[in-house]
Nanobody
Framework: QVQLVESGGGLVQPGGSLRLSCAAS????????MAWFRQAPGKEREFVAG????????VEADSVKGRFTISRDNAKNTMYLQMNSLKPEDTAVYYCAANQAVLIQRAEGFYDYWGQGTQVTVSS
């Protein structure tokens, strides 16, 4: 079992920045590829960004490319999502997820473990 806990969400004005964290416990963190997903009200959960076990490879959704950066620190068992130039359409509950696949997966069905989510609201 892997336990995941997100933090860092909140209310921010358009154009602002936030950094989300996902703290993992229970198993060897570096054995898991990680990802961020988000779910806006009335919409399906969508892939935001994913990162490989080592952290050397990452991928972002087109909607956030150039604005969001995913990273991880295996020594601290923590993954991050740096979000810059935030837009109102980024408002959602953000979830971190873990799986043992070798390649970064965009489909949520590949992920075995999920956090409880953290709310991000972008509004003036």
């Amino acid at each position: 079992q892997v336990q995941l806990v997100e933090s860092g969400g909140g209310l921010v004005q358009p154009g602002g920045s936030l950094r989300l964290s996902c703290a993992a416990s229970g198993r060897t963190f570096s054995n898991y590829a990680m990802a961020w997903f988000r779910q806006a009200p009335g919409k399906e959960r969508e892939f935001v960004a994913g990162i490989s076990r080592s952290g050397r490879s990452s991928v972002e959704a087109d909607s956030v490319k150039g604005r969001f950066t995913i990273s991880r620190d295996n020594a601290k068992n923590t993954m991050y999502l740096q979000m810059n130039s935030l837009k109102p359409e980024d408002t959602a509950v953000y979830y971190c997820a873990a799986n043992q696949a070798v390649l970064i997966q965009r489909a949520e069905g590949f992920y075995d473990y999920w956090g409880q989510g953290t709310q991000v609201t972008v509004s003036s």
